[in-house]
């Protein structure tokens, strides 16, 4: 990156698309020039059902974004669900032709680009190179080998695939806003070092991010991103089963859960009395006790954990989390989540509380997490989101070059 790089993020959720445009400063931090939003249910359960709608709210984001920032945007960073993403692991050894030459940082993009000539599936296309590792010849760890005297060096990487149908809707929809695609990353990785803190950033870690459609999973082995998925249950769920069987507006199903969120009915200190004010069964008590609210939250938030619990068992993750970072608008209202989570998947759980979280709204947080994941990418050469005129070209072209210019000096 480079000190007045400009990078837009973007973010397609269950409710609404989200746009944050940032601007790296003299300290090389993000500085938010710009938070925009607009409702969409475009995606549902982690599948576009209407390109048209998506494509409607990009624009409208990008509009008042443009109108805020005073200039224009002509391509973006998006997010991914996990649901779509295959994460391949690669070993690249780098031989050096002179070991006193020192490392130079052409010879580490050299092996970045090495890194991504795999057998790509059929129906998958590569999104992303992630350095995880780079190991000298006599076995250090550095984080920065440039400079380093080494006759060779091995980088660990993570190359990222999606789905080439995803991607090809999202080029559709991002054609008829306008704007080229920077590039597409999974919402967990992004996520990673915004939701967790410094000291934990070596471990092995499971983000958990519940919104109000979709929970976005990522399990990262230390600095190495191993597993992602998306499991199409979120706070909304929550909001209606309340409303379902107490047979209450939605509206008032959200306040309720809001006002009396407790994931576990034994913590419940005093089992009030709460008057429903739209409960139309003429046949229903309607007041009803707290407990008889907590235990819908309750079963909902168990099938939740017990579902990614699954997922993780069976992709056989499990073993390798030791500890669970829960965030997310869909459960962060709701007191004792991280317990109820510790019960059902048998790991410590704790609430995410990076330093960084507070400062951001949460409608805004997975996409300025975007442009700062951007912004830190190790080795790139340029990360800056265009705000010139550029012509359109294959989704798939695009985001190789992109690949090719972050590594390519």
């Known amino acids: 990156m480079a000190i007045g790089d400009i990078i837009v993020g973007i973010d397609i959720g269950t409710s609404k698309v989200c746009t944050v445009v940032g601007e790296v400063n003299n300290f090389g931090q993000i500085e938010t020039i ?30 008042d974004a443009e109108d805020e920032a005073d200039f224009k945007i002509n391509s973006a960073y998006v997010t991914i669900p996990g ?16 070991k006193f030459a020192g490392i130079a940082l052409k010879d580490v993009q050299s092996a970045m680009m090495q890194a991504k000539d795999i057998e790509i599936p059929e129906g998958k296309t590569i999104i992303d190179i992630v350095p995880s590792q780079i190991v000298l010849d006599n076995g250090k760890v550095v984080t920065d080998p440039v400079g380093n005297l080494s006759s060779n060096f091995t980088l660990k990487a993570q190359i990222i695939l999606a789905d080439k149908e995803y991607v090809r809707q999202l080029s559709t929809i991002f054609k008829r806003v306008g704007i080229e695609i920077d590039g597409i990353v999974p919402t967990a990785l992004a996520e990673r070092n915004l939701m967790l803190d410094t000291n934990e950033l070596d471990d092995n870690v499971m983000l958990l991010d519940i919104g109000a459609g979709n929970t976005e999973i990522g399990v990262f082995e230390g600095n190495a991103f191993i597993y992602t998925n998306t499991i199409p249950l979120g706070g909304d769920n929550i909001t209606n089963d309340i409303a379902l069987v107490l047979n209450i507006s939605e509206e008032e199903a959200e306040r309720l859960k809001r006002q009396y969120g407790l994931a576990l009915k034994s913590y419940i200190d005093n089992d009030n009395e709460i008057m429903l004010n739209t409960c139309k069964d003429e046949s229903r008590n309607k ?27 069976t992709q056989n993750v499990k073993q390798n989390i030791s500890t669970v970072i829960l965030t997310g608008r869909g459960i962060t209202n709701i007191n ?9 998947l048998n790991i410590p759980v704790k609430m995410s509380t990076g330093r960084a979280v507070s400062t951001v709204k949460s409608e805004f947080r997975t996409s300025y997490a975007l442009v700062r994941y951007i912004a830190a990418r190790p080795f790139a050469k340029t990360v800056s989101s265009k705000i010139d005129s550029q012509a359109n070209e294959s989704v798939f072209k695009v985001i190789i070059e992109r690949i090719k210019e972050f590594f390519y000096s």
């Open 34 to 63: 710009c938070s925009t939003s607009e409702k969409c249910s475009g995606l549902k359960k982690g599948k576009i059902i209407s390109e048209e709608e998506i494509s409607l709210s990009i624009a409208k984001t990008i509009k």
């Open 83 to 98: 649901k779509y993403v295959t994460i391949v692991q690669n070993s690249i050894v780098k031989e050096l032709k002179d």
């Open 336 to 344: 004792k989540s991280d317990i109820a989570g510790k019960i059902n």
């Open 287 to 313: 007041v009803i006790k707290s407990s008889e609210l907590i235990e819908i939250i309750e079963a909902r938030i168990e099938e939740i954990f017990t579902i990614i619990n699954k997922d993780i068992t």
